[in-house]
T-cell receptor, first 116, second 115 residues
Framework: KAGVTQTPRYLIKTRGQQVTLSCSPI?????VSWYQQTPGQGLQFLFE???????NKGNFPGRFSGRQFSNSRSEMNVSTLELGDSALYLC???????????????FGPGTRLTVL | AQSVAQPEDQVNVAEGNPLTVKCTYS??????LFWYVQYPNRGLQFLLK??????LVKGSYGFEAEFNKSQTSFHLKKPSALVSDSALYFC?????????????FGTGTSLTVIP
């Protein structure tokens, strides 16, 4: 079975621009979660989608948004980029809603976003 | 509130020696505990998890973890460290309530195995 894939792997943007990241979960997985990883903060939860609905949301500003399609693929969008948005963005999938089962989350390789 | 703490940012151990990476947790209900490893420029890889049952959990690559409810700890261990174990290790927790809560990750512990 193919793992979680994320595109692009690397991205360079300038302040004020917007960016869209994509995540394809493991086949059959219906839950997709997004995390921001920075050296100082570790992994910070952004949001989780299940059956095309946002089920959980972390403490991030409204500039961060996402969506999930009927095939479970998910996109994350960041508008009006700031320097502090530079991070590794990780996507994770699990078969069911991650917070309501004992399922493991499986992570993709991440998208490295650099904001100049 | 759910949280997990990894008190050591960095752990150094000689190759062949036993290693321990520490994790303590705080949850309102029964804890579900996970360990992940991250190699440079890679995503997180699942190592093991504790849901219920035996307090000693065995996982991938020879790692194991011991759940200690009284000390609210879930330390990761390996009897004999390899240089290839050098990586960033994350502990994560989620409570057992069916509330849709997300995973909470520690800040990570960088493990260096010295040849």
């Amino acid at each position: 079975k193919a793992g979680v894939t994320q595109t692009p792997r690397y991205l360079i943007k300038t302040r004020g621009q917007q960016v869209t990241l994509s995540c394809s979960p493991i086949s059959g997985h219906r839950s997709v979660s997004w995390y921001q990883q920075t050296p100082g903060q570790g992994l910070q939860f952004l949001f989780e989608y299940f059956s095309e609905t946002q089920r959980n949301k972390g403490n991030f500003p409204g500039r961060f948004s996402g969506r999930q399609f009927s095939n479970s693929r998910s996109e994350m969008n960041v508008s009006t980029l700031e320097l502090g948005d530079s991070a590794l963005y990780l996507c994770a999938s699990s078969p069911k809603l991650a917070g309501s089962s004992t399922d493991t989350q499986y992570f993709g390789p991440g998208t490295r976003l650099t904001v100049l | 509130a759910q949280s997990v703490a990894q008190p050591e940012d960095q752990v150094n151990v000689a190759e062949g020696n036993p290693l321990t990476v520490k994790c303590t947790y705080s949850v309102s209900g029964n804890p579900y505990l996970f360990w992940y490893v991250q190699y440079p420029n890679r995503g997180l890889q699942f190592l093991l998890k504790y849901i219920t049952g035996d307090n000693l959990v065995k996982g991938s690559y020879g790692f194991e973890a011991e759940f200690n409810k009284s000390q609210t700890s879930f330390h990761l261990k390996k009897p004999s460290a390899l240089v290839s174990d050098s990586a960033l290790y994350f502990c994560a927790v989620r409570d057992g309530a069916d509330t849709g809560n997300q995973f909470y990750f520690g800040t990570g512990t960088s493990l260096t195995v010295i040849p």
